[in-house]
């Protein structure tokens, strides 16, 4: 079964520490790999995305993710974490039968002063 | 701004009534998904629409149905609505259906069902 999972229902950050949000993604065939950040009451806004070429990704707000195939992980990370990161944070990956983005549970990642 | 409309913002329901919600896509895309998230939970698939047809399902039942429009929007419907319906609702369009130009989401339609 195809399915997402994000192992920390909370992560705390001070503010200017790094931060890293983790997921692990088990899916048929090449995976697609999204991560979006989701604020209270307001949809999902697109941070970055993986489907070919270079492990690395560079997304929006400074944020990259990192993509180990090996592992089968897809980690959100930021060098220097600002309080205005303080939000809901969603790993997706496309179901590569259907075309359906399967989400992991959810993040609330925490900056603190 | 050309991203992704939803209407309305907020919905409340009697159990047993119906409820339409609406999308309007990007400009430049052309397909539509819809999406269900419980509060707490991540989004669960609904529904995807592509040349005004429905090309894939999730796990809904026949309750929710869906219809796209030659303008690519699109709308949402649920009969005879349960209190566990209660959720936002997202809509993401995208530029043909495998995604891979990436989805854009909506702010969302909250309904209440009560």
């Known amino acids: 079964a195809q399915s997402v999972a994000q192992p920390e229902d909370q992560v705390n950050v001070a503010e200017g520490n790094p931060l890293t949000v983790k997921c692990t993604y088990s899916v048929s065939g090449n995976p697609y790999l999204f991560w979006y950040v989701q604020y209270p009451n307001r949809g999902l806004q697109f941070l970055l995305k993986y489907i070919t070429g270079d492990n690395l990704v560079k997304g929006s707000y400074g944020f990259e993710a990192e993509f180990n195939k090996s592992q089968t992980s897809f980690h959100l990370k930021k060098p220097s974490a600002l309080v205005s990161d303080s939000a809901l944070y969603f790993c997706?990956?496309?179901?590569?039968?259907?075309?359906?983005?399967?989400w992991g549970a959810g993040t609330k990642l925490i900056i603190k002063p | 701004d050309a991203g992704v409309t939803q209407s309305p913002t907020h919905l409340i329901k009697t159990r047993g009534q119906q409820v339409t919600l609406r999308c309007s896509p990007k400009s430049g895309h052309d397909t539509v998904s819809w999406y269900q998230q419980a509060l707490g939970q991540g989004p669960q698939f609904i529904f995807q629409y592509y040349e005004e047809e429905e090309r894939q399902r999730g796990n809904f039942p026949d309750r929710f149905s869906g219809h796209q429009f030659p303008n690519y929007s699109s709308e949402l419907n649920v009969n005879a609505l349960l209190l566990g319906d209660s959720a936002l609702y997202l809509c993401a369009s995208s530029l043909g259906t495998g995604g891979i130009g990436g989805y854009t989401f909506g702010s969302g339609t909250r309904l209440t069902v009560v």
């Open positions: 997706a990956v496309r179901d590569g039968r259907n075309y359906q983005l399967i």
